[in-house]
């Protein structure tokens, strides 16, 4: 296993527990002695992706995650919460109990993640992967978005570019030292 700090191929486990998909692992880097956490699981049938031009293609976890890690791309994200999703995703669709999955299935599941995860990110991936057609379709997804929703927090939920409520830093000048009589 390839330590993924220092790319060392010598680790020792630390700990095995069992994890509703197969084993889960903490292991330990012999070179830089840091700790990382490995999924072992038991592959079924290979998963199949029904593309919406017919054609079939395996599943593929990695090219998941590069989809999802490039809608997150300068995202303020966990570390691991894409590896997470797509471990989630792929959980899912094995639950499914079918050969082949049609990529709107798999679409869904990855669009709902990120509305949750963040909403930027949810907004890039739904422009590609739902493919809108013009401006206006666009649009109101994005206002459904920042409307609020009943009981929801609406756009409150997601972090502001420049916070109205901090005052802004005062004008840089030299300081008046203050003088007690």
Not at 22 to 36: P, Q, T
Not at 65 to 83: D, F, N, W, Y
Not at 137 to 148: C, G, I, M, Q
């Amino acid at each position: 296993m390839q330590c993924p700090f220092c790319g060392n191929n010598e680790s020792r486990v630390i700990d095995s527990r069992e994890a509703p998909d197969g084993v889960r692992r903490r292991r330990e880097c012999i070179r830089c002695e840091l700790r990382f956490t490995t999924y072992e699981r038991v592959h079924s049938l290979p998963l199949m992706i029904a593309k919406r031009d017919g054609r079939r293609e395996a599943f593929s976890p990695d090219k998941l995650e590069r989809s999802l890690q490039t809608a997150c791309a300068k995202r303020p994200l966990e570390v691991g919460a894409i590896s997470k999703m797509v471990v989630d995703i792929e959980n899912e669709l094995h639950k499914l109990s079918k050969a082949e999955v049609e990529t709107r299935v798999l679409g869904e599941m990855c669009v709902e993640r990120l509305k949750v995860l963040d909403r930027v990110a949810y907004i890039r991936f739904a422009s590609v992967y739902r493919d809108f057609q013009d401006v206006d379709s666009f649009t109101k997804e994005v206002k459904a978005l920042t409307d609020p929703e009943p009981g929801g927090t609406g756009s409150k939920s997601q972090l502001r570019l420049i916070d109205d409520d901090v005052p802004r830093l005062a004008q840089r000048g030299r300081r008046r030292s203050v003088r007690h009589s």
